[in-house]
């Protein structure tokens, strides 16, 4: 069963705090591609998704987000809007766009109340 995962895309994701400190975001410009060669490292088959970066809270929802988290119900939302026509990779970078405007917007304090920290330390 193990080596039938094996060279398949695996996806993992987190929805959870992963520390106490709140994000200071800043607008920033979109960087362009270069050309440089690409060396693929040895777990290049994982991708993960989380819902903050390490030591960093996530948010709760509430009514305007149908009662899921803020990552979720942006999550939710791309892959409704997606349907398959986008990287799934490119689609996350969207949805960490997406909280954190929302976040911004609407001025969001309450944190998620389990963290990953907290759950395995």
């Known amino acids: 069963p193990r080596e039938s995962l ?8 987190w929805d959870c705090c992963r520390g106490g400190n709140v ?4 607008a920033h410009g979109i960087v362009g591609k270069n050309d ?5 490292p040895k777990f290049s088959d994982y991708l993960y998704g989380y819902a903050s970066a390490d030591s960093y809270v996530s948010y709760a929802g509430d009514v305007s987000t149908d009662g ?3 990552w979720t119900f ?3 939302n791309r892959l409704e809007l997606n349907k398959g026509e986008e ?3 490119d689609l996350l970078v969207k949805v960490q766009c997406d909280v954190s405007s929302y976040v911004r917007k609407n001025r969001i304090r ?5 963290s ?3 759950l395995f330390s």
């Open 110 to 114: 309450s944190k998620q109340t389990k």
């Open 87 to 89: 990287h799934f990779a």
């Open 6 to 13: 094996s060279g398949k895309p695996k996806i993992f994701l």
């Open 74 to 76: 942006h999550l939710a």
């Open 68 to 70: 899921l988290s803020v």
């Open 36 to 40: 440089q060669e690409f060396v693929a």
């Open 116 to 118: 990953m920290t907290k």
């Open 23 to 26: 994000d200071k975001s800043k």
